[in-house]
């Protein structure tokens, strides 16, 4: 116990603890004491409470007592139940220390080439952050957008969800009206030809329902008027903040809610040039499987008209695959757009934030200080910060609500989508082929990566790396070196 002084500043003998019953005040303490209070009335009158918090600790209270309590109970013998003192609350459980962990990454993670660097590793399993460099700062994504996109999809419509295109009468004789449902799958290509889009619905098979009911009808004149509805689309078709080369380059088409093949000038290939008229290309080719139609020109289907025909995109299920494996952009903005129109935020560009986070939102993650501006990730405008993926891919990885869907569709370092490219996970960092699920990313200001590490050590690793600013192609390899080193370390990753 520690020694204490009285008022006059002399060491005074430690009190009994608190709780020790005592049968009698001891008299020269209670004289010191009265004299200190004569000498110092305003003090004590001020700092009541704090002095008898302090001669708690002496004794001095168990002398108060006495002096102040009937003769009988001074000369009483038995034992004080105690009471617990409401001022003073238990103490909480002590926090157990982390483990000190010795596998350190600093090298790799001085590449130059990763440029202005963030990144943030988590174990799954514990929550844990194991590394953090600027981890809950939000900043552009680059591709690996097209993961929350993704996960807001299967929120807001499910992965069963099918965008449908329809065919309707015209308000003129002999016109009906192609109504675009946002399915930027369908495809000019006949039936039973696979094109980028595995399960694409066919313009052939659209145009054989309409003629059939067209026919079935003998009151109805030669059909011979087109007209194209794609309002179920609005606004601008080319984000501002692109750049137009995605399209010259065929990353990215314009976003309509009526278009064919992704306006690929060839259905089969990824990246195909896109023209700046896909609603145009559309109906040509439309009008060319209908045959006899003279006149295509734009419009928006009357109400209540009688539908003639319909057909299906695939499931959203089946789009997320598309827009993860191989980084479809013009998949991943149907699917913002759809979750736009869905929650009721509106149908342009500028309404994807907000249905976008509502989507996400069932998740229970803070989305404080992200903006969503496309679902692509092309737009340097868009910012997440590592934190919130590393959190939603330890959702991911646990295949909560729908998911699954997205881990299953990730690229696997060495096995699957843009991770098997022979540039990714190569020479020594081939040790972590398999082991790597992850969503890729690269704009012109960054590449990205973000996802699942199952660690050399057992350890599953939720993670996020941004290399933003002056980068080049070999920013990737730098990328998947400081992943490899994750993998590596496991568990034991240390922050230093």
């Known amino acids: 116990m520690i020694d204490e002084t009285d008022a006059a500043g002399e060491p005074t003998t430690p009190g009994d603890p608190v709780n020790t019953p005592k049968t009698a005040a001891k008299p020269g303490f ?25 001669l708690l600790g002496t004794g001095a209270l168990s002398a108060g007592a006495a002096m102040n309590a009937p003769a009988e109970a001074s000369a009483a013998t ?11 609350p238990a103490p909480a459980a002590a926090i157990a220390p982390s483990r000190i962990r010795t596998c350190s990454v600093a090298d790799r993670a001085a590449d130059g080439r990763l440029a202005a660097m963030q990144a943030q590793v988590v174990n799954a399993a514990t929550g844990e952050v194991l590394y953090d460099r600027g981890g809950t700062t939000p900043s552009r994504t680059a591709s690996v957008m097209k993961v929350l996109t993704s996960a807001a999809a299967l929120s807001v419509l499910g992965p069963d969800y099918r965008a449908t295109t329809t065919v309707v009468k015209g308000s003129e004789p002999g016109s009906v009206v192609l109504v675009g449902g946002g399915d930027v799958t369908l495809s000019r290509t006949p039936s039973g030809t696979e094109t980028v889009y595995p399960g694409a619905a066919h313009l052939d098979e659209l145009a054989a329902q309409v003629r059939a009911a067209w026919d079935a009808d003998p009151a109805n004149p030669p059909l011979t008027k087109l007209v194209l509805d794609a309002s179920y689309f609005g606004g601008d078709e080319w984000e501002p ?14 976003i309509t809610a009526l278009q064919v093949d992704g306006d690929r000038d060839d259905p089969t290939a990824n990246t195909s040039w896109r023209s700046a008229d896909p609603i145009g290309r559309a109906g040509e080719a439309f009008a060319d499987e209908l045959g006899g139609i003279a006149v295509i020109e734009r419009g928006t289907a009357p109400s209540g008209a009688a539908q003639l025909a319909q057909v299906s995109s695939p ?13 479809d952009n013009t998949v991943a903005e149907m699917l913002a757009r759809l ?78 989508g843009s991770l098997s490219y022979s540039d990714r996970f190569a020479g020594d960092n081939a040790v972590a082929d398999g082991a790597v699920s992850a969503k890729t990313g690269w704009i012109e200001t960054g590449y990205t990566l973000s996802g699942v590490i199952r660690a050399q050590d057992g350890a599953t690793l939720t993670f996020a790396i941004y290399a933003l600013g002056d980068v080049s192609d070999d920013t990737k390899q730098a990328i998947d070196t400081l992943t490899t080193g994750f993998f590596l370390c496991g568990d034991n990753l240390s922050n230093q």
């Open 315 to 327: 499931t959203v299920a089946q789009l997320v695959d598309k827009a993860l494996v191989v980084s």
């Open 241 to 254: 903040s692109w750049d137009l080369v995605e399209r010259e380059d065929g990353y990215m088409s314009s």
């Open 78 to 88: 038995t034992t004080p139940t105690p009471t617990a003192d409401p001022a003073r």
């Open 30 to 54: 209670v004289a010191s004491v009265a004299a200190f209070v004569r000498r110092h009335r305003l003090a004590v009158s001020i700092t009541g409470g704090v002095l008898a918090l302090a």
């Open 339 to 416: 979750v736009a129109i869905k929650t009721g935020s509106g149908n342009t560009f500028g309404a994807i934030n907000q249905g976008v986070l509502q989507g996400l939102a069932a998740y229970g993650l803070d989305t404080t200080g992200i903006t969503i501006v496309d679902g692509s990730g092309l737009s340097d405008n868009n910012a997440v910060p590592p934190s919130y993926l590393t959190r939603l891919f330890v959702k991911i990885n646990a295949r909560e609500a729908n998911l699954g869907v997205i881990m299953d569709g990730l690229p696997v370092s060495g096995q699957r």
